[in-house]
């Protein structure tokens, strides 16, 4: 009832377009208009429905709509002067929108995950045999935890010998499967969106809702491997679009469209340095400042001991005598790349050192350390003065130690805003 009820939402407020409602007359039924069968519902049907879809939006953390519920029916209410239910619905709201405040600062609201569900098998699943679903599962429920619930339910449908988990997503060629078996395949994917719209859908909320695009990678190698040195390195992305939107009525949807594209070893260091670049400027951008992720992210970008981090991608594809193997458009764009990233990079750098308490001093000298030591590097294998960025940079930093030595010798030193 719960899970009907939450998404019954969303055709409820398509449906209010059809229908003639006259409030301020007092007019107690509302009648679909012209297309449609010529149906009669009662006013206390229709705040019934819509109190119940409020409750149920409430429970399901998707505080956002609620708005977009109260919109019809405080109107129902001032024209029936019905001020108690007005009173709860502005107090409803305004505990909503707390709530909206509140996890978008913690970050702990879990909206749910999606998986792609393949199934294998003509003499078991017959029409279903081929098709390709995307699962929406609550809160952070893992790989193992469908896979293992999926095994349990087809084992009891079919018998445990009968069904087999096809535990990898690489591509799957439905003629080569043994026809005793029924095969079921299932690959984590997460909502994918263009850029504009990554721009535009900036909370969790916004990219948990209407949804119908979804993304996994599969890595690869031409030898057949699934992994390999960065230079053998290939990556396979897969775009899925649904048939509908997410949430919806059913747990599940049709996969309706899927686009595959291939990324050679060079492309794959692109894109992993532009997704790094784009981490680190939402990060910066993001106010309040979220100082955990901040510097994790930091960690991970500018340490040179990670294996395969900015400066392994640099020297595998950008020293002078590797980079003529490849596209000459190729590695420009992943020089500039890289030197968006150092700037980004800097941002953050800087952001964490006005933001960190002072007990944390030395753990920001470490990270301004790690960075004067990847520029360096980075600069040695360009060729090219990225050296004066590096002057700024120290600049900067200079004042920010000076900033430390300061906020530190100062009585009940404190973090900076």
């Not at 449908?157 to 990898?168: C, L, Q, R, T």
């Not at 095969?183 to 990554?198: A, C, L, M, N």
Request: charged residues 25%.
């Amino acid at each position: 009832m719960f899970f009907f009820t939450f998404c019954a939402y969303h055709h409820l407020i398509g449906l209010l377009s059809y229908f003639t409602v006259d409030v301020a007359c007092g007019t107690q039924t509302l009648r679909l208009g012209s297309g449609l069968v010529d149906t009669v519902f009662t006013m206390d049907s229709l705040i019934n429905q819509l109190e119940d879809s409020a409750a149920m939006v409430e429970r399901a953390e998707r505080y956002e709509l609620l708005g977009n519920l109260y919109r019809i029916l405080i109107p129902i209410y001032e024209a029936r002067r019905n001020y108690q239910a007005l009173e709860q619905c502005y107090y409803s709201l305004y505990q909503a929108y707390s709530r909206v405040v509140e996890v978008n600062a913690s970050q702990r609201r879990l909206l749910g995950r999606y998986y792609r569900v393949a199934f294998y098998g003509a003499s078991y699943f017959e029409e279903e045999s081929g098709k390709e679903y995307v699962y929406k599962e609550p809160k952070v429920t893992s790989l193992a935890e469908i896979s293992e619930r999926l095994y349990h339910q087809y084992c009891d449908k079919f018998g445990k010998e009968a069904v087999k988990m096809i535990m990898d997503s690489n591509f799957v060629v439905a003629d080569e499967l043994e026809s005793r078996y029924a095969y079921i395949q299932v690959t984590h994917v997460i909502p994918y969106f263009t850029e504009e719209e990554r721009i535009n859908r900036q909370t969790e909320f916004e990219r948990n809702n209407n949804i119908d695009m979804f993304m996994f990678e599969t890595p690869f190698t031409l030898e057949g491997k699934a992994h390999g040195k960065l230079e053998e390195q290939w990556k396979r992305r897969v775009v899925l679009t649904t048939d509908y939107s997410f949430p919806y009525v059913k747990k599940r949807i049709m996969i309706k469209n899927t686009e595959i594209s291939e990324m050679s070893p060079i492309e794959v260091a692109i894109d992993e340095m532009e997704m790094r670049v784009k981490e680190l400027l939402e990060i910066t951008n993001k106010r309040p400042t979220d100082v955990k992720k901040l510097q994790l992210k930091l960690q991970g970008s500018i340490s040179v001991q990670v294996n395969a981090g900015p400066l392994a991608y640099a020297t595998t594809f950008l020293e002078e005598e590797r980079s003529a193997s490849y596209p000459v458009n190729q590695v420009a764009r992943l020089k500039d790349v890289y030197r968006e990233f150092v700037c980004s990079a800097k941002q953050a750098l800087v952001l964490n050192s006005q933001v960190i308490n002072s007990d944390q001093y030395e753990y920001q000298m470490a990270l301004e350390s790690n960075f004067s030591e990847l520029l360096a590097s980075l600069s040695s294998i360009f060729n090219e003065p990225l050296l004066a960025a590096q002057i700024e940079i120290d600049s900067v930093l200079k004042r920010s130690s000076q900033h430390y030595m300061t906020m530190i010798s100062s009585p009940g030193g404190s973090s900076v805003a």
